[in-house]
């Protein structure tokens, strides 16, 4: 099934930068699991263009983000004989998208609750709107979430904070986002796409392979010891240094020029 199939979520191309965009506005952009797995595609379209550096994950409309899964479909779709399949389908989407070798932003403005907080955990990089609502309500809905779920919580803000974010499943504004280690930056929210806009283009004029060697570093770095993969790491760094981008990045510091990467 291709994106085109599944009118919520699609993917834009503004140069060398993609988007993914979650657009069910009629729920505030809350995925359903057609949407979740549509995801997979989407990532894959954008990794597999080389014209795209950098992706962006933003929600439609001027309401939310994402506010959650689809509550409407979970005695059906998330009830104790089919989580599975659910489960599935959200663990397919969050693993896409933190399996990008490119960097990827999550755009936020309003709403950026439970499912929608998973996706922006995905991401590299979240920035926020003044208006970003976040939170995670599975103690008011009586759902479990699995440690592999939260350890990307976890590992950005700590366990202390998580624990509050999850007993209380109270929202949390755009600051107190900021002060926990939530989310990079907040801005105006008139302000928030050209921002991002400016990230993004920044990163994308920046060298592909070390951005990449960087990525899988800190990836690495998170992992425990027994499961770190330093052999890839290791091979990562050896091609940026054996790259066309290195001498050219050489070259352009001594000319005091601007570097024209390509990712070879």
């Keep these: ?32 699991i057609d949407m979740w797995r549509a995801v997979p595609g989407a990532c894959d379209e954008l990794a597999a263009n080389d014209d795209v550096r950098v992706i962006i994950l933003r929600g439609a409309g001027e309401r939310a983000f994402v506010a959650g899964a689809d509550i409407s479909q979970f005695s059906e779709e998330r009830g104790s004989g089919s989580g599975g399949s659910y ?27 439970g499912g929608g907080l998973a996706l922006a955990l995905s991401a590299d990089i979240r920035y926020s709107a003044d208006d ?7 103690a008011k ?38 002060r926990m280690g939530l989310v990079n930056r907040v801005v105006p929210k008139d302000e928030l796409e050209s921002f991002v806009r400016t990230q993004a283009a920044t990163m994308a004029s920046r060298a592909p392979l070390s951005q990449r060697a960087a ?14 993969q330093k052999d890839a790491v290791a091979a990562a760094i050896k091609q940026c240094m054996s790259s066309a981008d290195y001498a050219e990045g050489v070259a352009a510091f001594m000319e005091k020029r601007t570097p024209k990467f390509t990712g070879n």
């Design 1 to 32: 099934m291709s994106t085109d199939d599944i009118p919520h979520v699609r993917t834009e191309i503004d140069g060398s930068i993609g988007w993914i965009v979650f657009d069910h506005a009629a729920r505030r952009n809350a995925m359903t």
């Design 87 to 113: 489960e599935d389908a959200t663990n397919g989407a969050e693993g896409a998208i933190q399996a990008l070798e490119k960097p990827v932003i999550c755009m936020v403005h309003g709403f950026c609750i």
């Design 132 to 138: 970003g609502q976040f939170g995670l309500p599975p």
């Design 141 to 178: 809905l009586g759902i479990g979430y699995k440690a592999e779920g939260l350890g990307g919580l976890v590992d950005l803000i700590g366990p202390s904070m998580a624990k509050e974010l999850i007993y209380t499943a109270d929202w949390f504004d755009a600051e107190a986002a900021l």
């Design 215 to 228: 990525k899988l570093a800190i990836a690495d770095h998170l992992r425990s010891e027994p499961d770190r």
